[in-house]
Each structure stands twice: as structure tokens, then as C-alpha cells.
Antibody, heavy 124, light 110 residues
């Protein structure tokens, strides 16, 4: 079935790094734009980063710009998020999510498939 | 990017309707017909309920409907059922591959 499975979360000290992975199955990853979205404990949902289907375009929330890097390997059906210079404020459950696509190949701004999330805790 | 503004809570009795607002700006909600709504039960990932302002994904009951006027979008849940109690988030495309979510609304079925 169509699913996304995140991994790579854990406990890291402030200033440290982590690399999250998202494995896609049941659909052709190269047909979809993808995003990382996070949710701090007991808080709302925050979009973090976007990558286009062919990796030609990426974008980041201001809160992570310059510290996080999104990438993908369509041949391996995988999405990644390299997180550097981590701060306490980055503590959250990180989801990867698939964007609903329009017939012309553009995204619709909505996310129809989400993983179960991987928890990142930044603490000394 | 600033989060879209939603009321913290909303409630209704079974069978009644509840409407949740989502207020943004002309740079996000008002500028694009790319507003979506998500339902999140505790411990679960958000689930897409409405996309492109008023479209329902396959499997979402027609009790859920969306609309937009200017910089404010709305989600209406008609014929409330116990299982509709959850957190709801709106989201909007904000141009240049930017996306913004709402502050979230906790819906309680009385």
C-alpha cells in the first residue's frame, strides 16, 4: 500500500547534527513533490522544507534556513533531511509528506500521504 | 512566514454543525485557491480532509466542506459525530514553494 516511513530521529545535543530519512513505497516517488513537516510536543504543525519532484527546486522555512538541507534519491525511493546546528527549538516529531499533484505537474499545496513521524529531541 | 489564525476551540452536539475559520493574508489564503484542511487525532499523523479550498479526497465524508472568502477560509463539519472530535489544521500555499499551517482548532463533540 501507499506509505511513507521515516527514520533517523533521536536525542542530540545542541549544535549537533542528524540526518532523517523517509522511505516511500506503493507509488512512484519521482512523480511527486515532497515536504518535511514537524510538530513540537503539544504544539501545532509547522512546514519545514520542500523539494520538487526532480530536485530542481527546494525551499525552507525561515526558522531552519541555512541549517537544514532537503534532498531525495528517486531511484532509492527515499527523501532526506540533513539537520545541522540543531537547537532546542527544533525538538519535534518530523513527518515526511507527499503533495497532491495537478495534472500539469504542479503541486496543489496539500499533503495527502504522511508518515508516522520520527522524533528529534535536542537537549544537553 | 506567520501561522494562519484559527480559533483555539470549537464545539457542538452530535448532529449539529461546527464551522472553523482560518485567517491569513493576501499573500497566502487570499492569493491562492490552495487551502487545505487536516484532521489529527491524538498520537496520529494529520489526515487530509479538504484540498484546493473545497475538494474532498476519496473516502472523506461529504459532511466535511470547505469554502473561502477573501483572506479567510472555513471548514464546516455537518452532522457532527463523536469521531469528529479532533484537532483541525488549515494550510495554505504561500507562493514560491512556501507553505503555511494554521494555529490549530480543537473540536469537541459535546
Amino acid at each position: 500500500q501507499v506509505q511513507l516511513v521515516e527514520s533517523g530521529g533521536g536525542l542530540v545535543k545542541p549544535g549537533g547534527s542528524l540526518r532523517l530519512s523517509c522511505a516511500a513505497s506503493g507509488f512512484t516517488l519521482s512523480d511527486y513533490h515532497m515536504s518535511w513537516i514537524r510538530q513540537a510536543p503539544g504544539k501545532g504543525v509547522e512546514w519545514v522544507s520542500y523539494i520538487s519532484s526532480s530536485s530542481s527546486h527546494t525551499n525552507y522555512a525561515d526558522s531552519v534556513k541555512g541549517r537544514f538541507t532537503i534532498s531525495r534519491d528517486n531511484a532509492k525511493n527515499s527523501l532526506y533531511l540533513q539537520m545541522n546546528s540543531l537547537r532546542a527549538g527544533d525538538t519535534a516529531l518530523y513527518y515526511c509528506a507527499r503533495e497532491v499533484m495537478n495534472p500539469d505537474g504542479s503541486g496543489s499545496g496539500a499533503f495527502d500521504i504522511w508518515g508516522q513521524g520520527t522524533m528529534v529531541t535536542v537537549s544537553s | 512566514q506567520s501561522a494562519l489564525t484559527q480559533p483555539p476551540s470549537a464545539s457542538g452536539s452530535p448532529g449539529q454543525s461546527v464551522t472553523i475559520s482560518c485567517t491569513g493574508t493576501s499573500s497566502d489564503v487570499g492569493g491562492y485557491n490552495y487551502v487545505s484542511w487536516y484532521q489529527q487525532h491524538p498520537g496520529k499523523a494529520p489526515k487530509l480532509m479538504i484540498y484546493e479550498v473545497s475538494k474532498r479526497p476519496s473516502g472523506v465524508p461529504d459532511r466535511f466542506s470547505g469554502s473561502k472568502s477573501g483572506n479567510t477560509a472555513s471548514l464546516t463539519v455537518s452532522g457532527l459525530q463523536a469521531e469528529d472530535g479532533a484537532d483541525f489544521y488549515c494550510s495554505s500555499y504561500a507562493g514560491s514553494n512556501n507553505y503555511v499551517f494554521g494555529t490549530g482548532t480543537k473540536v469537541t463533540v459535546l
